[in-house]
């Protein structure tokens, strides 16, 4: 028996024995106090939406994760929040059954902010970015442009799902990471 493959194990200072499955994912989660349990809610949500969308229909939104405090402030209400006043247990992304729920709320205006440790702070969110230099594409729209935005002026992680083309967009320190077509 032969058995051909690439040694997907990190080694070095820090990493002993670390199976590296997503190196893409880890590069964006480095500096920032997000937990890769959430992220990876976070994501696997935005990949759902990006293929199913919403009843047939396509959706576009996004989600901004970790350093809240400072997203918060430079963000504002565009509808009302819907989870203010629920219980935690109904307001964490890795819970099975919050997906639903952000799927119905996802067709509505503004972003999602979530804690690092998944908690969801709010729904419905614009964000108020100064005159940034992003490296956005072109043939990108405002959403991708104000999660850029406020992934420069924040430690945050951003996730842009794109109603048109089926895009998963990562964003982190004001660009995009990685993007993955459905």
Not at 30 to 40: C, L, P, S
Not at 45 to 58: A, T
Not at 74 to 99: L, V
Not at 111 to 128: C, K, L, M, P, T
């Amino acid at each position: 028996m032969l058995l051909l493959g690439e040694d997907i194990t990190e080694h070095g200072a820090g990493k002993a024995g670390r199976i590296r499955a997503d190196p893409w994912k880890y590069t964006v989660l480095a500096g920032t106090d997000v937990q890769e349990t959430v992220f990876d809610a976070v994501f696997h949500l935005c990949l759902e939406i990006s293929r199913e969308g919403r009843e047939g229909h396509p959706v576009g939104t996004s989600f901004v994760v970790g350093d809240t405090r400072l997203v918060m402030k430079h963000s504002r209400p565009c509808t009302i929040n819907s989870f203010e006043g629920q219980p935690a247990e109904k307001r964490q992304i890795t819970s099975p059954e919050i997906g639903e729920v952000i799927k119905g709320l996802a067709q509505m205006d503004g972003a999602f902010v979530i804690r690092n440790d998944g908690y969801i702070e709010a729904s419905g969110r614009h964000f108020i970015i100064d005159n940034l230099a992003l490296k956005i594409p072109a043939g990108y729209g405002t959403r991708h442009s104000s999660v850029a935005g406020i992934t420069q002026m924040t430690n945050a992680i951003g996730l842009v799902v794109s109603a048109t083309g089926g895009k998963v967009s990562v964003m982190k320190n004001g660009e995009i990471k990685k993007t993955f077509v459905m």
